[in-house]
């Protein structure tokens, strides 16, 4: 199919695309040095709405060069046809698929931005909790996918919550110690009260380690010490 290449400096015509990444002013910046050098022929991409597909970075530098802006109209193309596009030249960060699906309204992704807005958390952080310790690897992939679901939206920001309370006292963001203390937590025998109290003396001794194994080993030393009644954190009950 050929699409008519059409020509305007009506700017305010384009529009972002709900769901596409936000534009980067240090892109737009290298883009506008570029085409002050040499201005290459180049059109962008927009639908029957003028939503644009291809090319918002473009538009911006062409808008601050006061140049004509080149576009073609592909009827019926939308996210999905953006995201191709921008497969091919820059690949979307986390950061930038967490962005499109809250600006699609998902309140999972919304979920997720939210607690590491509320909590100063990194995403990683954040879906490693959402599935409760467990390195966070299939919430990766269904983050990157689109089909995220985290049914238990109050029960993750209450880990969360207890989690930082051992943060509060000794910095545990490192990615074994907060996968170790999100395991611990769901043990019904961890009393994250009394860990932290053995913790206000015992703080020196707890250490990040290679592998989240060993940093439960270490928790649960730490959790026992002078108890008579001994807890095995190793294993989740």
């Given at each position: 199919m050929t699409h008519l290449i059409k020509s305007t400096t009506d700017y305010n015509k384009f529009r972002k695309l709900n769901g596409n990444r936000p534009v980067r002013p240090n892109h737009v910046k290298r883009i506008v040095e570029s085409m002050q050098k040499q201005l290459l022929?180049?059109?962008?991409?927009?639908?029957?709405?003028?939503e644009i597909i291809d090319g918002q970075h473009r538009i911006e530098a062409l808008k601050e060069l006061e140049l004509p802006?080149?576009?073609i109209v592909n009827v019926g193309a939308g996210l999905q046809e953006a995201q191709r596009h921008n497969e091919i030249k820059q690949k979307w960060s986390y950061l930038d698929i967490l962005e499109s699906h809250c600006a699609a309204?998902?309140?999972?992704?919304?979920f997720i931005k939210y607690l590491m807005n509320q909590y100063n958390l990194t995403l990683l952080n954040v879906l490693c909790a959402c599935e409760k310790g467990n390195h966070g690897q299939r919430k990766q992939y269904a983050f990157i996918k689109g089909t995220l679901q985290i049914p238990n939206k109050k029960e993750v920001e209450e880990l969360v919550r207890k989690a930082l309370k051992i943060n509060a006292l000794t910095n545990i963001m490192r990615k074994t110690m907060w996968t170790a203390c999100l395991k611990c937590l769901q043990n019904v025998d961890f009393d994250v009260d009394v860990f932290i109290q053995k913790l206000t003396y015992l703080k020196d001794q707890f250490t990040p380690q290679v592998?989240?194994?060993q940093q439960i080993a270490q928790i649960e030393e730490i959790y026992n010490y002078k108890n008579r009644n001994k807890v095995n954190l190793r294993i989740t009950k």
């Open positions: 022929p180049t059109f962008i991409e927009v639908n029957e709405h003028y802006v080149n576009y309204e998902n309140d999972n992704y919304i592998t989240v194994k």
